[in-house]
C-alpha cells in the first residue's frame, strides 16, 4: 500500500473557540503518527521506527495502533532490520486477525514473519539476503531441470509406446493415429500472444476502470476464440474492442492478425486502499476447448482510509465537571476523501453544552459535522463540550461514540473515543 501524506506540523496548539480551552504541545498519538507517515514518504524509515515506537510506548491503546504497526514493520523491512520487521507484523497479525488492512500485507513480510515463527534467526545484512535469493535461484533453476528431464523422459516413454503399438496393432488403427497426429499439429499450430500493461493498474474504488490488452494470432491460419474473464459479478468485467461499446465474448482472427480490446472493471466501493487483484484473461480456441491461453491483469484500488483519534481533556471528571472531547479525523489513504459526515454520540450521562466547528444538532446527544474534502495526510478537528450529570456512578467510564459516512463510498466505519473516568470528589 502507498500513502501520500504531505508534511504536517508536528505539534499543534489547538485554542477551543468559545471555551477558553488550550491543549498543551505535548505530543498525542495522531501528530506522532502523522510524523511518521511523511517519513515514511520521504524514505527516513528509521525516524518512522523511532516515533512509532514512542507513540506505542505513550499510547499502548490508541486507536491507530493496527495502521501504526503496519507502517513500522514495512519501515523495519525496507531499513534492513528483518527482525523487528517479523516481529512487528506477528504482533499486527496477533491483535488484528479480522483487520481490512490484512489483505494489504506485503509477502515479503508475511513470509519474514513465518521464518521468525519457525525460530529462524533474521540477520540484517545484505550478504546473507543476496545468497538467500542466489540459493532460491539455484534451487529454481535445479527444479526447472529436473522437470524438464522429467518431461523429455516421458516423450521419449510416449514415442517408444506410440512405436510399439504401430508395430502391433492392424492397418485399420492406422487412419485414427493418422487422425490424431493431425490433430496434434492443428493444435500445435495454433499460437496466441497477449499483450498488458507492465505496470499495476490503479482502480479508484467505486469507480470505473479501462484496461488495455492485445491479442495477436501468431499461427498460420485464421482462428476463433472465446474470451473471458472470470470475476465476481461485483466487479462489472466487460470485454470489447477498442472503439467499440458493445460486449463481446468471442473474437475471429486472420493469421498475424492483431485485436485491440478493452477491459471494463468497476472497482467495489468496500475495497481498501492498496487492495491488489490479480485477473485472469483467458482466450480458448473454438476448434479445440483444451487449446486455452491466459495471462494475469494486475490491478490495485486506491481509495481515502480515513481514522479518528478522539481524547477527553481531562481525562478524569465528577459530577457537574466538564469535559471536552477533541475529535481529529486523518486520511492516511492515497486519495483525497470528500463528502464525509462525523457524527458524534453523546454518552447519556453527559450533557451537551458547546461545540467547536459547524456542527448539526440531531437530537439531544447527537451531533454531526461535515468534512466536504480532506486530502490525504491531512487532518481535520473538532471539539465538544460537555457537563458531567451530578448522579455520575464512580469510577464510570465515559466515551463517545463516533461514526463517520463517506457518502463519496457509500462507507460506514464507527469509533470509539478514550474514556474519561469519574472520580468522586
Do not use: W
Request: glycine letters at 4%; proline letters at 4%; one cysteine or more.
Amino acid at each position: 500500500m502507498k500513502f501520500g501524506i504531505k508534511p504536517v506540523l508536528c505539534c499543534i496548539l489547538v485554542v477551543l473557540l468559545g471555551a477558553g480551552v488550550v491543549f498543551s504541545a505535548e505530543p498525542d498519538d495522531s501528530g506522532l503518527f502523522v510524523e511518521a507517515f511523511n517519513a515514511s514518504h520521504q524514505k527516513d524509515y528509521l525516524l518512522v521506527i523511532e516515533r512509532l515506537e514512542r507513540l506505542h510506548q505513550i499510547f499502548p491503546d490508541t486507536p491507530l495502533r493496527d495502521i501504526s504497526l503496519l507502517l513500522m514493520a514495512r519501515a523495519a523491512f525496507k531499513s534492513g532490520d528483518n527482525d523487528l520487521a517479523a516481529k512487528t507484523i506477528r504482533l499486527f497479525t496477533q491483535e488484528f486477525p479480522e483487520s481490512n488492512l490484512v489483505p494489504s500485507i506485503e509477502e515479503e513480510l508475511l513470509a519474514l514473519a513465518k521464518r521468525q515463527k519457525k525460530g529462524e534467526k533474521l540477520l540484517p545484512t545484505k550478504q546473507l539476503r543476496v545468497a538467500a535469493q542466489k540459493v532460491r535461484s539455484d534451487r529454481i533453476a535445479m527444479e526447472q531441470a529436473a522437470a524438464l528431464k522429467a518431461e523429455q523422459e516421458r516423450l521419449e516413454r510416449e514415442k517408444a509406446e506410440r512405436v510399439r503399438i504401430a508395430k502391433e496393432k492392424a492397418e485399420s488403427e492406422r487412419k485414427e493415429r493418422e487422425r490424431l497426429a493431425a490433430e496434434k499439429a492443428a493444435k500445435e499450430s495454433i499460437r496466441l500472444a497477449i499483450s498488458l500493461p507492465q505496470d499495476i493498474r490503479q482502480i479508484e474504488a467505486g469507480t470505473h476502470g479501462k484496461i488495455l490488452f492485445e491479442l495477436h494470432n501468431k499461427g498460420i491460419t485464421s482462428e476463433n476464440f472465446h474470451l473471458a474473464v472470470p470475476l465476481p459479478a461485483e466487479y462489472a468485467p466487460a470485454l470489447t474492442a477498442v472503439d467499440k461499446t458493445e460486449a463481446l465474448q468471442q473474437i475471429s482472427l486472420a493469421a498475424g492478425e492483431t485485436f485491440k480490446g478493452v477491459l471494463n472493471i468497476k472497482m467495489p466501493e468496500s475495497r481498501i486502499d492498496g487492495y491488489k487483484l490479480s485477473i485472469p484473461l483467458k482466450a480458448v480456441s473454438t476448434r479445440f476447448s483444451d487449446v486455452h491461453f491466459s495471462k494475469d491483469i494486475l490491478v490495485a484500488a486506491s481509495a481515502p482510509l480515513v481514522r479518528v483519534v478522539a481524547r477527553p481533556l481531562p481525562s478524569q471528571t465528577s459530577g457537574g465537571g466538564i469535559v471536552t472531547y477533541r475529535i481529529t479525523t486523518i486520511n492516511a489513504g492515497s486519495l483525497t476523501a470528500r463528502d464525509l459526515t462525523v457524527r458524534t454520540i453523546l454518552p447519556q450521562q453527559l450533557e451537551f453544552v458547546q461545540a467547536a466547528g459547524t456542527h448539526q444538532k440531531e437530537s439531544p446527544g447527537v451531533f454531526s459535522f461535515k468534512i466536504d474534502v480532506l486530502e490525504t495526510g491531512r487532518v481535520e478537528e473538532f471539539t465538544l463540550t460537555a457537563r458531567v450529570k451530578e448522579d455520575i456512578e464512580d469510577k464510570q467510564e465515559l466515551r463517545c461514540r463516533i461514526e463517520v459516512t463517506n457518502r463519496q463510498l457509500q462507507l460506514k466505519e464507527v469509533f470509539n473515543s478514550a474514556a474519561a473516568v469519574v472520580v468522586k470528589k
